[in-house]
């Protein structure tokens, strides 16, 4: 689903953002992209949409009368990004209801009912679930609660599905969407996210160039078009606002999407619902996809500031490997800090198998140790887990993990054990803890690897993974 489908967060239009609740340092006011003024030529008049009481007719006018505005941006996109439209990028209205069942069915193609079970079972053993969730129902939730608009690589066509209140905010989303079509005829979003061909780490850091580079672009153009003030000074607020974005916290995009979906007038009730229920949805599944758009707008700006759109069309031609790498650029990406592949023994029948790479290290240290979690997950250099069935029916996780240094593994493996009392209430903060099901987590640090069994009757099990793990 994830890899076929490209949301417009609410959130990547927002000119509005909120501090972190406990920042390392105050990050600096956001400053807005100012609109232009009202005697500007179309496209760039702000009109507010009438107020009155919304019916699906004139929601489907609304519409039509948004979509007449978006091929005028094309010619303006193509000069900023220089890259030319082949062809315009079809457009069409979707009903709420007709997004959710698009939605649905996507979801359900990667995640059937037997699948859902299985990955939300062996989510929850390693700790990335605090409880068993429906994963399907809740990764249609996420998508649903971000669309005001998308781009389907399939169908190679721009689908409106909620008209915000002014021009200004339509052709912010529009311009967004459109750029995913640009890059779509250039560089192939099919191929470049391809269903089945990649771990989920590196899904994840792809999602980031892709939607990164859409806001990014999408911020240079509406702050040139607005006829604010020279190039210079524009690249400066809009590296002050990328910044401010890419140091808030999860919690706070999460309410500043909620705050911008307040501006969709068409959301309708299901999805306006589906968008104030936002802070339910799990970090494991709500962090790759918020910070695709604002810490991938980080990366994209990196690439620009080192070699201009060259720069930045080269990372479709060469993605990143990992989250490590978009989520730290300036070190990581530029030069390239190439992840460690690893490989598990085969010790059980797998449920699934994956890499959880940076950001999902950091999601779980978030999950159960807050204030770990930059520390811990920091020093990434590759990972693999598995989870297996047991002839009992229980389930163990295999996790084998390698750092840059010795010292980032012993903070890792200090904060992992930090993490299994509040997981277990009453475990012990040690390798051997009870996990209440009749199992223990086992732990052993190694140099500058970590290797975790979760859920095994005996220290064997992770004698076993210890000696059969590769990492190269």
């Known amino acids: 689903m994830r890899a076929v489908v490209l949301v417009a967060c609410l959130a990547s239009v927002s000119c509005q953002s909120r501090s972190s609740d406990a920042p390392a340092k105050q990050p600096p006011k956001p400053v807005p992209v100012r609109p232009a003024p009202a005697s500007a030529v179309d496209p760039w008049t702000v009109k507010t949409v009438d107020a009155g009481v919304e019916t699906p007719e004139s929601r489907k006018q609304h519409a039509e009368t948004a979509l007449a505005r978006v091929h005028g941006l094309e010619p303006k996109l193509a000069e900023l990004r220089g890259l030319a439209f082949k062809q315009d990028v079809p457009t069409e209205y979707q009903?709420?209801?007709?997004?959710?069942?698009?939605?649905?069915?996507?979801?359900?193609?990667?995640?059937?009912?037997?699948?859902?079970?299985?990955?939300?079972?062996?989510?929850?053993?390693?700790?990335?679930?605090?409880?068993?969730?429906?994963?399907?129902?809740?990764?249609?939730?996420?998508?649903?609660?971000?669309?005001?608009?998308?781009?389907?690589p399939a169908a190679k066509k721009f689908f409106l599905v909620a008209v915000p209140d002014s021009d200004l905010l339509l052709d912010t989303i529009s311009v967004h969407e459109l750029d995913h079509g640009l890059q779509d005829q250039y560089f192939d979003l099919r191929k470049f996210l391809p269903e089945g061909k990649l771990d989920d780490d590196q899904a994840t850091a792809r999602r980031f160039i892709a939607e990164g580079e859409a806001t990014y672009t999408m911020l240079m153009f509406m702050a040139r078009a607005s006829g604010g003030p020279g190039a210079v000074l524009v690249d400066k607020l809009i590296r002050r606002q990328i910044e401010t974005w890419a140091a808030m916290d999860l919690r706070a995009l999460v309410q500043m999407s909620k705050d911008q979906a307040g501006m969709m007038k068409s959301l309708g009730p299901d999805l306006a619902k589906s968008v104030e229920a936002m802070d339910d949805i799990p970090p494991t599944i709500s962090a790759p996809l918020f910070y695709a758009y604002m810490k991938g707008a980080l990366v994209a700006m990196t690439a620009y500031e080192r070699g201009g759109w060259d720069a930045v069309n080269a990372l479709f031609k060469d993605p990143p490997e990992s989250t490590e790498q978009v989520l730290h650029p300036a070190t990581k990406l530029y030069p390239r800090e190439m992840p460690h592949k690893v490989t598990l023994p085969k010790l059980g029948t797998e449920?699934?198998?994956?890499?959880?790479?940076?950001?999902?290290?950091?999601?779980?240290?978030?999950?159960?140790?807050?204030?770990?979690?930059?520390?811990?997950?920091?020093?990434?250099?590759?990972?693999?887990?598995?989870?297996?069935?047991?002839?009992?029916?229980?389930?163990?996780?295999?996790?084998?993990t390698i750092w840059d240094t010795p010292q980032d593994a012993k903070e890792m493996y200090d904060a992992y054990l930090a993490t299994l009392p509040v997981r277990f209430p009453g475990a012990k903060p040690a390798s051997g803890a009870e996990r209440g099901d009749g199992t223990k987590v086992f732990v052993k640090l190694d140099g500058s690897k970590v290797f975790i069994v979760d859920g095994a009757d005996s220290e064997a099990t992770l004698n076993d993974l210890v000696r059969g793990a590769k990492l190269d």
């Open 95 to 152: 009903t709420t209801h007709e997004f959710q069942v698009y939605v649905h069915r996507e979801v359900a193609k990667d995640l059937p009912d037997a699948k859902t079970k299985e990955m939300t079972a062996a989510l929850v053993q390693i700790g990335l679930l605090a409880k068993p969730i429906d994963l399907a129902a809740m990764e249609e939730h996420a998508m649903v609660t971000q669309a005001a608009a998308y781009y389907d």
């Open 351 to 400: 449920l699934t198998t994956n890499v959880m790479g940076e950001l999902q290290w950091w999601v779980y240290f978030n999950l159960w140790k807050p204030k770990l979690a930059d520390t811990a997950s920091a020093g990434w250099g590759g990972d693999r887990f598995a989870v297996i069935k047991r002839k009992d029916g229980k389930l163990t996780g295999l996790l084998a």
